[in-house]
């Protein structure tokens, strides 16, 4: 296994059948987006190399069928003042709670100022794993294994619906509406890329998203939610209280994307992941761990 470097794990790519000379070639024609000289520097740094962690050189012959591994490197990465903090950790796990605004790992121009890497740098934890994730605008509680024989255990709860989790979301409230309900549907891939959808009910496809909804609390036209999602698909939360009619607050993909700009850091998406917990596979115990975050209502504007 392959070491970190100041918290960030390699990326792997594999080796392709086909006609490039050298390994610089094919990592231009692989990755467009970086240029040669960016290849070339980052080669020279030994940010760039084999399953044995020997340097690959530019001009080093290609040979296909085998893997490649480079440290990626986000130039000029914006600092990210959120910070998360560790609720509990033991041999086995580190539970953190999560800010929102914060991504969980490492992603487009997000390495450094992620969940993952700074955990990795201040517990000293280089195998440290997520064994789920939310969303950057999530808030709230995210499991990490420490030991990576046990990752494929704690997996298996989570795709054998194991889990079970509760979140809160603060949404207009919606007097037609019967608390609690189930909201079940199909949820599927949305016309934009960033986007997931309800299919419609005559879409002839097996529902694979639920919900469970409590209204705990109304302030004004708002009220606050307990969201319990017995399936996991991407974005089933947001999806099932935009379909609703319950769009979360602060909510810029659903029901209707925004413009993708800065931060809103005094109108977060208002969700956080309250709770998780869950029958240990390696311990047989029951773990439970809950977020010390609380939603906000919105201020009441001023006359």
Partial sequence: MLP??????PSKVSLLAGPWGCMLDFLV???????????????????????????????QPYVAHGSLFYYRTVPDEVP????????????????ADKPHFLPVVPSGNYLQETLLVRLRRKLGLDALTPLHR???????????????????????????????????????????????????????TGDHFMQMREAPDNAAKKPNAQTEIELIETRGAQGRYRLRPLTGKRHQLRVHMAALGLPILGDRIYPRLLPQGGDELDNPLRLLAESIAFRDPVTGEIRSFCSRQQLHFPAAPRD
């Avoid at 970190?4 to 794990?9: E, I, N």
């Avoid at 990210?80 to 539970?95: G, H, I, P, R, S």
């Avoid at 919606?174 to 608390?179: C, G, I, T």
């Fill in 4 to 9: 970190t470097r100041d918290g960030v794990g």
């Fill in 134 to 188: 939310i969303d950057r605008e999530t808030a709230g509680v995210v499991l990490f294994a420490k030991q990576p024989a046990t990752c494929a255990g704690y997996h298996a709860l989570f795709a054998e619906r194991k889990v079970a989790k509760t979140y809160q979301a603060i949404a207009p409230g919606n007097a037609l509406l019967q608390f609690p309900l189930t909201r079940t549907s199909t949820v599927v």
């Fill in 80 to 95: 990210n003042a959120a910070q998360a903090c560790v609720l509990f950790e033991d041999d086995l796990l580190v539970v």
């Fill in 29 to 59: 024609e692989r990755f467009p987006a970086i240029s040669a000289a960016a290849w070339r520097a980052r080669m020279a740094q030994g940010n760039v190399v084999d399953r044995a962690g020997c340097r690959v050189a530019p001009e």
